[in-house]
C-alpha cells in the first residue's frame, strides 16, 4: 500500500494541524491522531511536523497508507440513536449547538465503537459541524459543537486561554472531610492540571461533589479524585475494583457528570450551559441515599 496525500485546500488553510485531522478522521481517537504525528507518520511536505504545526493552502499532507479516510455521507446511523441525540439537545444557535450527551456513546468511534457522536451530529446537521472539546464515554453531559471554523477556531482559543468554565457533578467513594482542591500534574507527560473539589451531600460510604477544573486534562478529574483517596463510583480505571464490584451489581453507570459549560462566543455572548443528571445517576445516588 503507498502512502495517501491531500493537498490543503484555501478552506482549511492556518488551522492547526490536530484539529484539521481530528475534523478529517473523525472516527479515530484523538490518541491515535497524535501517536501518528509523533511518530512521524503524518507529515507536511515531506517534514515531521507538531499537532500545534499550522497548514496551510497548497500544502502536502502525507497519511500513513493504513489509514481510511471515512466517507462522511456513508456512515449509516441507526435511526434511534439519532433520535436520542436530536432529545439531547440543551442549547442551538447559529454557531454552536450543545447536547446533554448519553453515557456509553463515545465521541469518536474506534475499535469498539463503528461510529462516535460527532458521526452522528454530523449525519443530522451537517458536515459542517465540528466537536469542540471532549468528555469520556461513560461521562454524560456538555458536549460542546460548533457550526463553522470560525466559531470552532474561537471555542479552541477560548478553551486553551482557559476561559471556559466547566463544572462536573462526581459520586466517590467513601466520606470527604472536606472541600479540596487539587493541583497534582497528571498524564504521561505530567501536564499541570487543576480540580476543585466541593462537597455537596455526605453520605454513609459516598460523597457527591461538584468538581470545577481548570484545565483540561485527559481524566483529570478521576485520576485526581484516585489520588485523593476518594475514587470516582464504577470507574473501571481508576477506581477500587472491588468496592465498585458490589455497586455495579445494582447501578453500573460511573458516577460522573458534566453538569455546567460557560463560554463567551466570537460575539461577545456569553452562553451558559447545564445538562441535568439523567435517571441512571439519580439511580446511583439513591444507592447511597
Not at 172 to 190: C, F, H, M, Q, S
Not at 206 to 234: C, L
Request: aromatic letters at 8%; proline letters at 3%.
Amino acid at each position: 500500500m503507498s502512502v495517501k496525500k491531500i493537498v490543503i485546500d484555501v478552506d482549511n488553510s492556518n488551522r492547526r494541524l490536530d484539529n484539521y485531522l481530528m475534523s478529517l478522521l473523525f472516527d479515530i481517537p484523538k490518541s491515535k491522531i497524535y501517536s501518528m504525528i509523533r511518530k512521524g507518520e503524518i507529515r507536511i511536505n515531506s517534514g515531521r511536523v507538531k499537532p500545534s504545526s499550522k497548514i496551510q493552502s497548497g500544502d502536502n499532507l502525507r497519511l500513513p497508507p493504513y489509514i481510511t479516510i471515512p466517507l462522511k455521507d456513508k456512515v449509516y446511523i441507526p435511526e434511534h440513536l439519532k433520535a436520542l441525540i436530536k432529545k439531547s439537545i440543551i442549547y442551538d444557535d447559529t454557531n454552536f449547538i450543545a447536547i446533554n450527551k448519553p453515557i456509553g456513546l463515545a465521541v469518536h468511534g474506534g475499535t469498539d465503537n463503528k461510529f462516535g457522536v460527532i458521526s452522528i451530529m454530523r449525519s443530522i446537521f451537517g458536515h459542517s459541524i465540528d466537536l469542540c472539546h471532549r468528555i469520556d464515554k461513560e461521562t454524560s453531559g456538555c458536549l460542546v459543537f460548533s457550526k463553522n471554523k470560525k466559531s470552532s477556531k474561537h471555542f479552541y482559543e477560548q478553551l486553551t486561554g482557559r476561559k471556559v468554565n466547566k463544572v462536573y457533578r462526581a459520586l466517590l467513594k467513601g466520606r470527604l472531610a472536606k472541600n479540596i482542591e487539587i493541583k497534582t500534574p497528571v498524564g504521561d507527560n505530567r501536564q499541570s492540571a487543576q480540580s476543585k473539589f466541593k462537597i455537596i451531600k455526605k453520605f454513609k460510604n459516598s460523597t457527591y461533589v461538584e468538581v470545577q477544573i481548570f484545565t483540561g486534562r485527559t481524566h483529570q478529574i478521576r485520576v485526581h479524585a484516585n489520588e485523593m483517596g476518594h475514587p470516582i463510583i464504577n470507574d473501571k480505571k481508576y477506581g477500587d475494583w472491588d468496592y465498585n464490584k458490589k455497586i455495579s451489581k445494582k447501578v453500573k453507570r460511573m458516577g460522573l457528570h458534566a453538569h455546567k459549560l460557560s463560554f463567551v462566543d466570537k460575539d461577545s455572548i456569553e452562553i451558559n450551559l447545564i445538562a441535568d443528571i439523567d435517571e441512571t445517576f439519580e439511580d446511583l445516588i439513591n444507592v447511597f441515599n
